[in-house]
Each structure stands twice: as structure tokens, then as C-alpha cells.
């Protein structure tokens, strides 16, 4: 969030720094509420097939494709739609509004250490 937020590029650019932190999630990691909206925001990002070169090596990945090919308001509503799963995972799996890793300060780890169920995973 705080690339997003705060990264000098404009908004496509910044999502796809954002996308290198939240890549590994999978939609089973999202309570099922919260699912969809994760699908939403990976199909937005994948409308675009890799840049393949000759020998069949990816040149450049879906992702940087589509948002090089996608309009800044577009990149915008994507922006949107992250910074409110953000929220909606944080009152999730901190109901009750007690600080958590989400609100305090967000690390790349942070959504990792939870499971799909929004349980905070044990570190022992």
C-alpha cells in the first residue's frame, strides 16, 4: 500500500510495483468475501498475453503488458479496488478495530501472515 500510495510514477507503474508484493496471493488465500474482488483485480491485470521472444523466453510478463496497454483511469479504479481489499481484509481479520500488522504498518510479509481463513499464523 505504501507503494501505491506513495511512488513517485503514475498509477500503472505503481500498480505493478504493488503487484510484485501481492503476486504470490492466490484467491485461496482471501476469505470467500473478499475472493471476487481479488479475481477482479488479477483479471484486470492479466487481459494481455506475455511478450515472448523468438526462443520462447518471456520478455516482458502479462502484467507489465496489460498496464502498458491500459488507460490511467482504468489503472485508477484497479488502485481503488486494492486500497478497499486492503481495508476490507484488515477489518476482517481484526474485527474488532485492535491494531494489527495491516493498520500499524504494512510490510511485504503482512497479508502472508495470515491464513485463508484470517487466522494469524503461528511463528514458532
Known sequence: ???????????????????????????????????KDYEWIVIQLTKREPQIDYQGRVQKGSVE????????????????????????????????GQPTTLTNKVTKNSLFDFDASGTKKSTS
Open 65 to 96: 503488458v496489460t498496464l502498458q496497454h491500459m488507460r490511467n483511469s482504468t489503472g485508477v479504479k484497479i488502485a481503488e479496488k486494492l486500497l478497499q481489499l486492503y481495508y476490507a481484509i484488515d477489518r476482517y481479520v481484526n474485527p474488532r
Open 1 to 35: 500500500m505504501d507503494t501505491l500510495a506513495t511512488a513517485p510514477d503514475d498509477v500503472r507503474s505503481r500498480i505493478l510495483q504493488a503487484y510484485s508484493t501481492f503476486h504470490p496471493l492466490t484467491p485461496e488465500h482471501f476469505p470467500d468475501s473478499l475472493r
